[in-house]
């Protein structure tokens, strides 16, 4: 089906002038849970009703590790998609390979110098241009909870690590799984950069994950991350292995489980399912200080043709949109990149976030994710996310974990 498609695709543009392409899009996204579908049919619509034509690639799997395997095979092949869901130092790995189209004309005819924050905007260019458009801003430092069952159990949404622990061993002996997980090695490690911030403060979360510090990489706050990391595993069901992130937030949804740690994707699910914040669920930053980013946005590849060129550019043009950016981000749990969108029809979630944001912004404690590719290139993200997992996953000590963090991290550079 695919290549008939592509060669009718190449025999239109043939005959198509420039002038009058009509727009074409592949797209690559890893966006196919409930809200994620949701959120990226917003823009599927909207290209659409400007006359493009939308060929949907959805690579199934959280955080996006399948997404990348596959962006990487049709690369190698010569037949790049159009436009890739890519965030953070990958954006940059992927123009130093010379495979990214320069949408700097749509970014500066929009004006979006002017309507992203500079910490923003720098992760979209690539040695002065543009390279790739903003969609939102994620949190990922967030726990969320079923309302029902904290109020059933008297237990108030935890402000320290120890009123957490506390909260869970509770829930536990009344029968309710505290933590709902997926035992994948991204949700591994998004548990464990939501506890390091909360434990290392922000300083020391950037000495560790940004500047790969090695004192602090083997610290005894470290050590501390590790020690709760593995008071949490007893805090997870037995069929945690292997289980999708969305499943996790059902069981919170469903009050089989009480918590989820998980960025604001999962405000999503919790939205698309109609549940209300507040009422059904709660949301709270984690115990600690700071805010972890998590911006997604678009590439364009190079390609051939004046139908997928037109269709980058609409693309372009339409995710950094002011109404793409509120839709959107209404279905997704995340907050608009673009500083100029009117919050009024956000929940309290988006507002905590916009203002958390701010303040963090203001005191130097806004930090990148290293868990969602914002802080690192992939070849050191790898290297710790192995060894959180690792752990994780054994019986191995937090002294063990430090070291083995030290070295994964050296070798890996
Ligand atoms: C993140 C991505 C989010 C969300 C999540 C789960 O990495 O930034 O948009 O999709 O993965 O798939």
Redesign the pocket.
């Known amino acids: 089906m695919k290549s008939v498609f592509y060669g009718a695709v190449s025999a239109t543009a043939l005959i198509a002038s420039a002038a009058y392409a009509e727009p074409q899009a592949e797209v690559l996204h890893?966006?196919t849970?409930g809200g994620?579908a949701k959120s990226v049919a917003v823009l599927q619509e909207e290209f659409a009703s400007k006359g493009g034509t939308w060929t949907d690639m959805p690579v199934a799997g959280?955080?996006?590790d399948a997404a990348m395997t596959a962006l990487r095979a049709r690369v190698l092949s010569g037949n790049a998609p159009t436009a890739v869901q890519l965030?953070g130092p990958a954006i940059q790995e992927w123009y130093e390979e010379g495979v990214l189209a320069d949408i700097s004309a749509v970014a500066e005819a929009q004006g979006w110098a002017d309507v992203l924050p500079a910490s923003i905007a720098g992760h979209m260019k690539c040695e002065g241009t543009w390279c790739a458009a903003p969609v939102n801003v994620?949190r990922v430092d967030w726990i969320w909870a079923n309302a029902d069952v904290l109020e059933a159990n008297g237990i108030e949404m935890p402000t320290t690590w120890d009123e957490f622990n506390a909260a869970a061993a509770k829930l536990q002996a009344a029968g309710v799984i505290p933590l709902a997980h997926g035992g994948q090695a991204w949700q591994d490690a998004t548990v464990f950069e939501a506890v390091a911030l909360g434990i290392l403060g922000p300083d020391g979360f950037r000495k560790a994950f940004v500047d790969l510090d090695m004192d602090t990489l083997k610290s005894d706050e470290m050590k501390a991350v590790f020690d709760q990391m593995r008071t949490m595993r007893g805090y997870v069901d037995e069929n945690f292995s292997g289980r999708d992130?969305n499943l996790a937030t059902a069981m919170v949804m469903n009050g089989e489980a009480a918590f989820q740690i998980m960025?604001d994707?999962a405000k999503g699910e919790f939205m698309a399912a109609g549940k209300v914040p507040g009422e059904d669920f709660l949301c709270a930053s984690v115990p600690g200080d700071g805010f972890l980013y998590?911006v997604?946005s678009f590439a364009m590849f190079n390609v051939d043709g004046d139908d997928k060129k037109a269709g980058q550019d609409l693309l372009a043009e339409l995710i950094v949109g002011q109404n793409f950016q509120k839709v959107f981000n209404l279905n997704k749990g995340s907050i608009p990149a673009r500083i100029d969108v009117p919050l009024d029809e956000f929940d309290s979630c988006a507002h905590l976030s916009a203002k958390d944001m701010s303040e963090s912004s203001d005191n130097g404690s806004l930090l990148p994710s290293y868990a969602?590719g914002m802080a690192l290139r992939g070849a050191q993200s790898g290297a710790i996310t192995d060894v959180v997992t690792a752990h994780f996953n054994s019986d191995m000590s937090s002294d063990e974990a430090v070291n083995m963090l030290a070295d994964a991290v050296a070798n890996s550079m």
Request: glycine share 26%; aromatic share 26%.
């Open positions: 890893w966006w849970s994620e959280g955080g996006g965030k994620h992130w960025g994707w998590n997604d969602h």
